[in-house]
């Protein structure tokens, strides 16, 4: 089923919006969670939130790409259950480890001057994987959004893991001083 018919499902509160939505972006949503969690059971809890989540959403929001939406609203509600659980047990974790490595280039805190900044940051931060050359967008999109183990993406894009490694330090610095220029940092 197209995209445009599955989210005019939601907005007409069909039943059949969910499962057409699970049929054609289950295991895409899945995955995503799974790398963040790393617990199976987990990602299927995030996936099954993202149903929810889209369906209270679809009302006000007529999402131009769903892929993409439902892809955020997993990732979003993925990263929220391992804060949870982190904050019960501290422990390693991939999304643990890949948010602590973007920790040094994006400021932290919440306070309302934050709010503002938040939205900026987050348009110069895609205003810049935008302008990467290819390869290396590819290895920081797979890393931080997807949050894929660095020996993974190595095996993935047929890289060594030196060289992915190399690659997001680099991009990362280059973040940093971006963010600066841009004074969000």
Not at 9 to 35: F, V
Not at 66 to 91: E, H, P
Not at 152 to 169: R, T
Request: proline residues 3%; aromatic residues 8%; negative net charge.
């Amino acid at each position: 089923m197209e995209d445009e018919m599955i989210v005019d499902l939601y907005w007409q509160r069909s039943d059949l919006a969910i499962s057409e939505t699970n049929q054609k972006y289950g295991r895409y949503c899945h995955t995503i969670a799974y790398n963040i969690c790393g617990i199976d059971e987990d990602a299927e809890e995030c996936v099954n939130d993202t149903w929810f989540r889209a369906w209270n959403l679809m009302p006000d929001h007529r999402p131009a790409i769903l892929s993409t939406f439902l892809g955020r609203i997993t990732r979003s509600i993925a990263i929220d259950c391992i804060k949870t659980k982190n904050r019960l047990k501290r422990g390693g974790g991939e999304a643990v480890l890949a948010l602590d490595e973007l920790e040094e280039c994006i400021p932290g805190g919440i306070n309302p001057e934050h709010i503002l900044e938040e939205k900026e940051l987050k348009k110069a931060i895609g205003s810049f994987v935008s302008e990467l050359p290819q390869t290396e967008k590819m290895i920081f999109v797979l890393r931080y959004w997807h949050v894929i183990p660095i020996d993974k993406i190595a095996e993935k894009l047929q890289f060594s893991k030196g060289k992915v490694k190399s690659s997001l330090f680099r991009t990362r610095r280059k973040l940093r001083a971006y963010l600066q220029e841009e004074e969000l940092c």
